[in-house]
């Protein structure tokens, strides 16, 4: 992607490693609020999370009911600022992405009457804390909506790279931007409707509403991207595709353990993530193109 001089998002912050305190939320066992992961990671890694288990017994992850205790932004160490973290020529081009999402989205919500509110990125090396739970590298990318930032150890990229055969910086920008998907579904309400519904069901029905929601978000990826096409390389679609078909649950269970168990996606084929990226960018920028994938719920 050509962004040469673009501006670096103010949103972004840096965190050392370990963990924080956490306070008001409840987890499973006493232990570290784990459960919002599960509906944000970006596809590949480690941690299965059971929300329905967190349902079952009146647990009320993310505060979603307004009532009871809500999970909290935990302490941690002191962060390093924008300035900082965009300096570095590793993040410069994600924080230049990020920027750029702010200001398509806003550009978007601004034509629909709202106000469009960016997300913190989050940088941090193997384990963070966030109003979540305790994050680790092993779990890819992810989006906490209970504080409402993204976390990212760029180290993901390398694994995306080299185990999964998907380099290239739109195969980045594209991990982001899906990310900030996933803040623009809590903005519209649309992942609290879908966390809504799988607490009414259960097994691969609940994981088949979370496939809806990541493919979604992958459109809002290709949707961004349309409205960044003077931005765009030759090649950096093929990129995105790559990546896509990389972090397929098919792709994944079948290298992880030699055979596939669709009612266990949670995030949908390879095909079916090719397809709502370039979803996303045929519908020429408009996220509206993107709202089959959760009509209904």
């Not at 370990?18 to 919002?36: A, C, K, T, V």
């Not at 949908?268 to 397809?275: N, P, V």
Request: charged letters at 20%; hydrophobic letters at 40%; aromatic letters at 8%.
């Amino acid at each position: 992607m050509r962004f040469g001089g673009r501006r670096t998002s103010r949103n972004v912050e840096g965190r050392g490693g370990g963990f924080g305190g956490f306070g008001g939320g409840r987890g499973l066992g006493g232990g570290p609020m784990l459960f919002g992961l599960v509906f944000s990671r970006f596809g590949i890694g480690g941690i299965v999370v059971l929300f329905l288990v967190m349902m079952a017994i009146g647990g009320d992850p993310l505060g979603l009911s307004g009532g009871g205790q809500q999970a909290v932004a935990p302490t941690q160490p002191a962060a390093r600022g924008a300035d900082e973290e965009c300096a570095e020529p590793g993040k410069r081009f994600l924080c230049q992405v990020l920027a750029s999402t702010e200001e398509q989205w806003g550009a978007a919500f601004a034509q629909a009457g709202t106000t469009y509110r960016p997300p913190t990125l989050v940088f941090y090396p193997g384990q963070v804390g966030t109003g979540c739970g305790e994050g680790q590298a092993a779990m890819g990318p992810f989006y906490c909506p209970a504080d409402r930032r993204i976390y990212l150890d760029t180290s993901f990229f390398d694994e995306l790279a080299q185990r999964h055969g998907a380099p290239g910086d739109f195969a980045q920008a594209y991990v982001v931007a899906h990310e900030v998907g996933h803040h623009v579904q809590t903005l519209t309400g649309t992942a609290g409707a879908i966390r809504r519904a799988q607490a009414a069901v259960g097994g691969s029905e609940a994981n088949a509403l979370q496939v809806r929601m990541e493919l979604q978000a992958d459109c809002y990826a290709g949707a961004w991207a349309a409205r960044e096409r003077g931005a765009l390389e030759p090649g950096d679609l093929e990129e995105g595709m790559r990546a896509a078909s990389a972090i397929g649950d098919d792709t994944l269970q079948r290298a992880g353990r030699g055979y596939v168990v669709p009612e266990s996606f949670t995030h949908g084929t390879a095909a079916q993530r090719r397809q709502a990226l370039m979803r996303g960018w045929a519908g020429g920028g408009d996220p509206a193109a993107c709202d089959g994938y959760t009509t209904g719920i």
